[in-house]
């Protein structure tokens, strides 16, 4: 079925709108270098994808165990790719968070569209429990392709990990005016 799609007309069509998005300078000009990167980029995820399905059979089951953390995916040796809802239960010898940074995690989008801030703390927590013994968080300061600043997130200071709390809430008061 991954292949079907993937050689659809429709697929092509999406892969080029988001290719283009994604290679928007400020000026709102494409960048044909960026857009073949992330033509590129999209090609690499499917490739994935197709070969997470390949011991399934029934699409289902796949969706299922991508959705619900399955441990059909997290047996054995190697890297787990997980979201934070499907590492609940689970532990990990070392984990790894990234993209710690405000307005991700928490994600700011969700929280005004009525979402709970109490809601991400609570997955902040859960994440950073799955580790028995190390744990590395992560944040970027700046994406240098779309030249975006990046604070880090307040759990980063809530749990004391980051100094100067008053700075970083001057800093996020200015850019949310």
Do not use: C
Not at 37 to 61: M, P, S
Not at 150 to 173: D, T, V
């Amino acid at each position: 079925m991954i292949e079907a799609i993937s050689e659809s007309k429709i697929y092509k069509h999406i892969t080029d709108i988001l290719a283009d998005q994604r290679a928007l300078d400020r000026n709102k000009k494409i960048n044909e270098e960026v857009k073949e990167r992330a033509l590129l980029n999209i090609k690499r995820k499917v490739a994935l994808i197709k070969e997470l399905t390949k011991g399934y059979t029934d699409n289902q089951r796949f969706l299922n165990a991508m959705i619900l953390g399955s441990n059909e995916l997290t047996k054995g040796e190697g890297v787990n790719l997980l979201t934070v809802h499907a590492s609940k239960g689970l532990e990990f010898k070392d984990v790894y968070i990234l993209d710690l940074m405000d307005g991700r995690f928490p994600n700011r989008k969700l929280a005004n569209k009525g979402g709970s801030i109490d809601e991400e703390r609570r997955l902040f927590y859960v994440a950073v429990t799955r580790a028995k013994d190390g744990l590395w968080l992560s944040y970027a300061k700046v994406d240098k392709v779309k030249k975006l600043r990046f604070y880090p997130s307040l759990f980063l200071y809530e749990a004391g990990l980051i100094n100067n709390r008053e700075e970083h809430q001057k800093l996020l008061e200015e850019k949310y005016k």
